[in-house]
């Protein structure tokens, strides 16, 4: 794993330093700067608005009950791509274009839950229920015998109440 991000953190700016120095020699320094700027502008307005709708759609899906596992997948490939978007760099750009705009998105949030799916079942993610979401779930969770309901020890069941400044 380690040198899977050594390779990222050289390699990718290498490639984009050599595109950059390319694209330069084609339309001029001061455009390719523009664009960078112009483009990562452009992202971060785009990324913050689909991050308020994606911050929407989990607080309506956990006010019906339901777990929002596809709403927290986007809001994880709309965080990396803000991030990316803010990186100089054309290669960047695309893909932090391919992780915020919500065609693109969910086909790549599709791949990282099968993914997923495919580590929680190999036992290489530990999962932990907090709660009920819905009545699948409980009638998982009543079936559960009591060796394995140790999970519950490690949660905190926590009231709260709104209180108004007078």
Do not use: C, W
């Not at 929680?120 to 907090?130: A, D, I, L, P, T």
């Not at 409980?138 to 109440?161: G, H, P």
């Amino acid at each position: 794993m380690f040198y899977k991000f050594l390779l990222i953190f050289i390699v990718v700016p290498l490639i984009e330093l050599y595109f950059l120095l390319e694209i330069s020699q084609f339309i001029g320094v001061f455009t390719t700067v523009m664009v960078i700027v112009f483009t990562g502008a452009a992202g971060v307005s785009i990324a913050k608005r689909q991050g308020y709708q994606v911050v929407n759609n989990i607080r309506s899906t956990l006010n019906s009950g339901k777990m929002p596992t596809d709403d927290l997948i986007s809001a994880l490939l709309i965080l990396i791509g803000g991030v990316t978007l803010l990186t100089p760099g054309f290669l960047t750009d695309i893909t932090g274009f391919l992780l915020i705009l919500p065609g693109s998105r969910d086909l790549i949030g599709a791949v990282v839950k099968k993914y997923f799916l495919k580590y929680v079942k190999e036992n290489k993610v530990e999962v932990h229920y907090g709660g009920q979401f819905n009545q699948n779930q409980q009638q998982t969770n009543n079936q559960r015998t009591n060796d394995d309901q140790s999970y519950k020890e490690d949660f905190i069941d926590v009231e709260a109440e709104k209180v108004e400044d007078d």
